[in-house]
């Protein structure tokens, strides 16, 4: 009874001591987890541009400061090494392990803190922790340049086919307008027999051309009902002149440099302008291998038959292939992001397959990963996470961004000026009729008929019926 009154004592106290850590550190680790942590930790790395890269003396990174982070949170010192094959983790035909999760296996490293994908086959080998970051698989490309003159009616982008089509039959319908109200206007309307009439047809779209151009053309109205009409159009062309003036400036400008057609991987299967490819041995190569998508499986053989030519051995050689020749480059799309960023030559097409983790990676069962599962949820959750991710893949291609939003202006752009036109060639036309119906009045009154026949003979003499072909309609029964 006394015995096992001492054993419960004792297991009260150990649970007591266990409970003061948690609440001491305000970190919600069992205390027997955390004691299991070593209090100098190897770590290996990769040099990957933006997780881990080489300055004058140290390394800097997006996983340097997370391990720093960890550290801080776990208390524990660390060394940090690069991995010395410089790889990720394979299995070769032995079986044996290389780059850091050979490292991990072997002892060599406690953990690997690196852009290392979290997959089954390694998951089988080693551990990992929570993923600290996302990914998926992504084509890298370079922009397009269209130096090659494939651009030789690029004048006409600036706007839409559509814009181009209505301001065509803008164009026409108020050349038809100026010509009817040059016929109806009594201003306008010179008798054929004193003088020549001034807005014949081909007079009218001359008078829309030249006011198209800003060439102030004759013959100038002199009817109210003209001028509105002429007013009109003027303004009409000084907004569509001002649209494509900066329309193309801002076209001249993103042809340096254009996203290229390349959208999905179904459109790399498609051409065969550009060589594809990836890292060799890379998960992102087993990706393809393993996929039982139709599509995936063609990348897959593509790669495969011409593998010496298209498969590279580093992030950073996969790049300069992309910079320098026909090839866009299949790999993790964050880091893919991040050279986006930074060369603004380069692109990532917007579709992304295959999503996938980067884990933080120890020995098989290793007691260190429950503890910084929970360190990496931390720092999720504090927003640290986030807060660093925006730090490495900061974007210093904003003015490329800009460019790549330019689209040939629309006609919804410019709908409120066609509505003004249509309004003023509309009032135009009325006023015509009016002074039109004006002058019949006048006519009636001096001639002695009625407002309808003055008006009936006024339109005949306009439109077709020469006065010899009224006298002859007289003379005949
Ligand atoms: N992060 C990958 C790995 O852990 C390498 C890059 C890739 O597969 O594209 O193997």
Not at 408 to 414: A, G, K, M, R
Request: proline share 4%; glycine share 6%.
């Amino acid at each position: 009874m006394k015995k096992s009154l001492v054993l419960v004592f004792t297991l009260v106290i150990l649970w007591m001591e266990d409970t003061g850590a948690e609440e001491s550190d305000g970190f919600h680790l069992k205390g027997r987890t955390k004691r299991q942590i070593p209090k100098t930790v190897k770590v290996t790395t990769i040099l990957e541009q933006p997780f881990a890269m080489m300055t004058d003396s140290d390394l800097e990174g997006f996983c340097v400061d997370l391990l720093s982070e960890l550290s801080k949170t776990l208390k524990f010192n660390y060394t940090l090494h690069v991995v010395k094959d410089g790889r990720y983790g394979a299995k070769d035909q032995n079986g044996n392990w290389n780059g850091m999760v050979g490292e991990v296996i072997r002892k060599e490293a406690d953990l690997a803190v690196a852009p290392l994908t979290i997959t089954a086959i390694r998951e089988d080998t080693i551990s990992f922790t929570k993923p600290f970051l996302q990914t998926g698989i992504g084509i890298l490309l370079k922009k397009e340049s269209f130096s090659d003159g494939s651009y030789f009616f690029g004048f006409l982008n600036p706007f839409s086919k559509e814009l181009w089509i209505g301001i065509i039959i803008s164009y026409v319908i108020t050349s038809l307008c100026l010509f009817l109200v040059g016929r109806v206007s009594p201003c306008e309307w010179a008798e054929p027999s004193n003088e020549q009439n001034r807005y014949t047809l081909l007079n009218s779209l001359w008078f829309g051309m030249g006011a198209l151009t800003l060439q102030g053309v004759e013959p100038q109205p002199k009817s109210v009902s003209a001028r509105i009409i002429a007013v009109i159009w003027w303004l009409f062309s000084i907004t569509l002149l001002a649209a494509y003036i900066a329309s193309f400036a801002s076209y001249v400008n993103n042809t340096k440099a254009q996203t290229p057609n390349i959208q999905t991987f179904d459109d790399l299967l498609k051409q065969n302008k550009i060589e594809f490819g990836t890292l060799a041995n890379s998960s992102t190569f087993n990706f393809f291998k393993n996929s039982k998508n139709p599509t995936l499986r063609m990348i897959y053989e593509y790669m495969d038959k011409r593998k010496d030519r298209v498969l590279v051995k580093t992030f950073s050689e996969g790049v300069q292939k992309v910079r320098e020749s026909n090839y866009a480059f299949l790999g993790e799309s964050l880091s893919q992001d991040y050279v986006a960023a930074k060369h603004c030559d380069l692109v990532r097409a917007p579709e992304i397959i295959g999503r996938r983790g980067y884990g933080v990676a120890a020995a098989l069962d290793s007691p260190i990963i429950r503890p910084l599962s929970i360190a990496i949820l931390e720092q999720f959750e504090s927003g640290n996470l986030e807060y660093l991710r925006q730090k490495w893949w900061e974007n210093t291609c904003t003015s490329a961004e800009v460019h790549d939003g330019w689209v040939p202006v629309q006609p919804q752009t410019l709908g409120g000026i066609f509505l003004i036109l249509g309004i003023g060639l509309a009032l135009g036309l009325i006023i015509s009729f009016i002074e039109l119906v004006c002058k019949s009045k006048c006519k009636a009154v001096q001639q002695q008929k009625s407002c309808c026949s003055a008006f009936s003979e006024e339109i005949g003499e306009r439109f077709g019926k020469s006065e010899n072909q009224e006298s002859l309609e007289k003379v005949q029964p």
